[in-house]
């Protein structure tokens, strides 16, 4: 792979489950993401994080919550989720967050909410 | 705004033949503009991107892309297909005050042996 790994790989919760989702980037890189990959739609940008900050929230449901507490390590923790949310989550990294800078992606979180 | 369009969801072509995966795009300014591809139950994985200079860009894989303004198009091209080229193909645009990367719906690539 690319040098980001995430897990678990797979996860399936109930919609009162509390859950996270972890993602480590091996690269050196200052900005991390998370995506969703739904079937049959392009990928949605949820959230963008640089230097540890904050940068763009996609209006995303608050039942998601991201966390980066250093520029390798990002989170994304669920709660009361909808089987709507049932989706592949991606993340990926980059050296910085705009310009030509290619991001690199991890393999995904296939999640199932029941 | 910016976007993306891949006006095929699939593409098939016998092993051996060229290929190519259509994707136009609109962005005020310059655009940088990337390939990724996605094997099933895996991330997408960087193939090229176009930043500035030659309008032919060469990638991993034997893949190459040509950067076309006029047409504001950028067209991922393969000389001889393989088989193991079967994947999910994704154009993606950014223009150069941008943060975020818009992904087009992608296409599917299938090649017959």
């Known amino acids: 792979e690319t040098g980001v790994t995430q897990t678990p790989r797979h996860l399936v919760m109930g919609m009162t489950n509390k859950k996270s989702l972890k993602c480590e980037q091996h690269?050196?890189?200052?900005?991390m993401y998370w995506y969703k990959q739904s079937a049959k739609k392009p990928l949605e940008l949820m959230f963008v994080?640089?230097?540890?900050?904050?940068?763009e929230n996609n209006s995303v449901p608050s039942r998601f919550s991201p966390e980066c507490p250093n520029s390798s390590h990002l989170f994304l923790h669920l709660h009361t989720l909808q089987p709507e949310d049932s989706a592949l989550y991606l993340c990926?990294?980059?050296?910085?967050?705009?310009?030509?800078?290619?991001?690199?992606f991890g393999p995904g979180t296939r999640l199932l909410v029941l | 705004a910016q976007s993306v369009a891949q006006p095929e969801d699939q593409v098939n072509v016998a092993e051996g033949n060229p290929l190519t995966v259509k994707c136009t795009y609109s962005?005020?300014?310059?655009?940088?503009l990337f390939w990724y591809v996605q094997y099933p139950n895996r991330g997408l994985q960087f193939l090229l991107k176009?930043?500035?200079?030659?309008?032919l860009v060469k990638g991993s894989y034997g893949f190459e892309a040509e950067f076309n303004k006029s047409q504001t198009s950028f067209h991922l091209k393969k000389p001889s297909a393989l088989v193991s080229d079967s994947a999910l193909y994704f154009c993606?645009?950014?223009?150069?005050?941008?943060?975020?990367?818009?992904f087009g719906k992608g296409t599917t690539l299938s090649v017959s042996s």
């Open positions: 990926a990294s980059s050296q910085a967050t705009s310009g030509s800078e290619t991001q690199y």
């Open positions: 690269l050196g890189h200052n900005a």
């Open positions: 994080y640089n230097f540890k900050e904050q940068t």
């Open positions: 962005v005020s300014g310059n655009p940088y």
């Open positions: 176009y930043i500035t200079g030659d309008n």
């Open positions: 993606a645009v950014r223009d150069q005050a941008g943060t975020a990367l818009i």
